[in-house]
Nanobody
Framework: QVQLVESGGGLVQAGGSLRLSCAAS????????MGWFRQAPGKEREFVAV????????YYAESVKGRFTISRDNAKNTVYLQMNSLKPEDTAVYYC?????????????????WGQGTQVTVSS
């Protein structure tokens, strides 16, 4: 079992920045690929970014490429999502997720563990 707890969400003006954190406990964190997803009201959960076990491979959704950066610190059992140049359309609940194998970009149902989510609201 892996427990995931997100933090760092909040209200920010368009053009601003936030850094989300996802702290993991349970099984060895470094053995998992970690992803960030988001879900806006009335929409399906969508992929944002993913990072492999050692941070050497990362993929991003086209909508966030160049603005968001995913990273991880295995010594702290934490994965981060640095979000810059935020837009109102980035407003959503952001979730981190863990999966035991690396397959690059994967749909939500291929992830094994999920956090409870953190709200990000970007005002115009």
């Amino acid at each position: 079992q892996v427990q995931l707890v997100e933090s760092g969400g909040g209200l920010v003006q368009a053009g601003g920045s936030l850094r989300l954190s996802c702290a993991a406990s349970g099984r060895p964190f470094s053995s998992y690929a970690m992803g960030w997803f988001r879900q806006a009201p009335g929409k399906e959960r969508e992929f944002v970014a993913v990072i492999n076990w050692n941070g050497g491979r990362k993929y991003y959704a086209e909508s966030v490429k160049g603005r968001f950066t995913i990273s991880r610190d295995n010594a702290k059992n934490t994965v981060y999502l640095q979000m810059n140049s935020l837009k109102p359309e980035d407003t959503a609940v952001y979730y981190c997720a863990a999966r035991g194998s690396w397959r690059g970009v994967s749909p939500p149902d291929e992830y094994d563990y999920w956090g409870q989510g953190t709200q990000v609201t970007v005002s115009s």
